[in-house]
């Protein structure tokens, strides 16, 4: 069964740290994705990659940068995470084409405290 | 920003029942797509409807295009309790090196049995 993985279902993390959630996919898709998902505001991009070491800015990239080392592997890093900050991370993956739809991992339920 | 914009934010029906969401856009699209989201889960790829295509069927979904419109509508027939869950529309946008999905609001279905 393929499958998109998300590192952490839960993580509490203190103001101020360095966080990092990873994504990984194991369908030899070209794009991957990080999205935030808050109450009344849907889903918004933060950043995607279309190729290795290939990165674009999404609509809400401030606070968040990625890193995409090998095709397989999408790391969103906090570089020094806030309480506004606090949110459900989807990461996603699709062929470059993008006409076969996305495959979502389960999510990661970030807190900063 | 959100493309697309779900109405209604919530709906109630009866087992056995249809249930009927539309999205609106704003922008030209190359298609649009449906997920599905259980309550605190990643999504699920529905179906996808190109911009040519005004009706298209899986199972017991049916989404309708209205381009002119820049309208969408899926119909759930013959609802279930396993149904209930929030279901987002997306439009896909052709803009710099790769396709990326926009995601509305997402409508809230609670099935009753």
């Known amino acids: 069964d393929v499958k998109v993985t998300q590192s952490s279902r839960y993580l509490v993390k203190r103001t101020g740290e360095k966080v990092f959630l990873e994504c990984v996919q194991d369908?030899?898709?070209?794009?991957m994705f990080w999205y935030r998902q808050d109450p009344g505001l849907g889903l918004r991009l933060i950043y995607f990659?279309?190729?290795?070491?290939?990165?674009e800015k999404g609509d809400i990239p401030e606070g968040y940068s990625v890193s995409r080392e090998k095709k397989e592997r999408f790391s969103l890093i906090l570089e020094s995470a806030s309480t506004n900050q606090t949110s459900m991370y989807l990461c996603?993956?699709?062929?470059?084409?993008?006409?076969?739809?996305?495959?979502f991992g389960s999510g990661t339920r970030l807190t900063v405290v | 920003s959100q493309q697309g914009e779900e109405d209604p934010q919530a709906l109630s029906i009866q087992e056995g029942e249809n249930a009927t969401m539309n999205c609106s856009y704003k922008?030209?699209?190359?298609?649009l797509q449906w997920y599905r989201q259980n309550s605190g889960r990643g999504l699920v790829h529905l179906i996808l409807?190109?911009?040519?295509?005004r009706e298209k069927h899986s199972g017991r979904l049916r989404v309708t295009l209205d381009t002119s419109k820049k309208s969408s509508s899926l119909l759930i027939t013959a609802s279930r309790a396993a149904d209930t869950a929030s279901y987002f529309c997306?439009?896909?946008?052709?803009?710099?090196?790769?396709?990326?999905?926009?995601f509305g609001t997402g409508t809230l279905l609670a099935v009753q049995p």
């Open positions: 996603a993956s699709s062929r470059r084409s993008g006409t076969k739809g996305y495959t």
């Open positions: 369908m030899d898709h070209e794009n």
């Open positions: 990659s279309y190729d290795v070491k290939m990165k």
């Open positions: 922008t030209s699209i190359n298609n």
């Open positions: 409807i190109r911009s040519n295509e």
């Open positions: 997306a439009t896909d946008s052709y803009g710099g090196a790769t396709n990326k999905l926009i």
